[in-house]
């Protein structure tokens, strides 16, 4: 029954994508529930974190996407848990207009990282790595697993503490309902789950 209800307030959603305010509460259901809005985006910092190869990059590579950010570690039993979730996730939304960007913070052996993914099956999500956690550090990440969501300008429009199930129904229709808005929309975020419509 829950899953008809996310699936009905979705489409409601998109449907009504040209009135006032896209309200997300309504999608928010199960561990979704811990996913917070800011009331207002939050730039990403621009820092440099590791490729598999050693080469150095920023989040300014994901921009034009919407993101969903994890913060990992090989020690981390919860990190585990969800990551096959996100690789579902980047599964089924990844491409042009989706990406999910995993990097494990800390000291974390890229031989482990690898080992990790393949012990729970993932393939397709990146294994980067923040070894210093400066990132994490300037991104207030406390604690792991942590997984921000940003928009197409690369900033900050909430974030999730602890693991989830990335693949619910809830957090697909988020996701494709934040995918489907207005790009100024997403921009300006009002207060907590009410995002304001720039009408043309």
């Known amino acids: 029954m829950r899953l008809i209800l996310v699936t009905v307030l979705y489409l409601v959603t998109i449907t009504t994508a040209n009135a006032e305010t896209i309200n997300l509460e309504g999608l ?14 939050k730039e990403i910092p621009f820092v440099e974190f590791l490729t598999p190869d050693g080469i150095e990059i920023t989040m300014d590579a994901y921009r034009g996407k919407i993101v969903v950010l994890n913060f990992w570690a090989t020690w981390c039993a919860p990190c585990r ?13 990844g491409g042009i207009d989706f990406e999910v960007v995993t990097i494990a913070t800390g000291r974390n052996e890229p031989a482990e990282m690898a080992d990790f993914f393949k012990n729970i099956g993932v393939t397709n999500l990146p294994l980067y790595r ?11 990440v406390l604690g792991l697993p942590a997984t ?8 900050e429009i909430a974030r999730l503490l602890g693991d989830a199930n990335w693949h619910s129904q809830s957090a697909l229709a988020i ?4 995918i489907a808005a207005p790009l100024k929309l997403i921009r300006s975020a009002r207060t907590f ?3 304001q419509t720039v009408h043309n």
């Open 28 to 41: 928010r259901v199960g561990d979704m529930r811990k996913l917070q809005f800011g009331p207002m985006s």
């Open 81 to 93: 848990k969800e990551m096959p979730e996100l690789s579902a996730l980047q599964a089924e939304l």
């Open 130 to 140: 923040d070894p210093k956690q400066v990132f994490a550090r300037k991104m207030g």
């Open 148 to 155: 921000i969501v940003i928009n197409r300008d690369g900033a």
């Open 175 to 178: 996701m494709r309902a934040l």
């Open 193 to 195: 789950l009410q995002l």
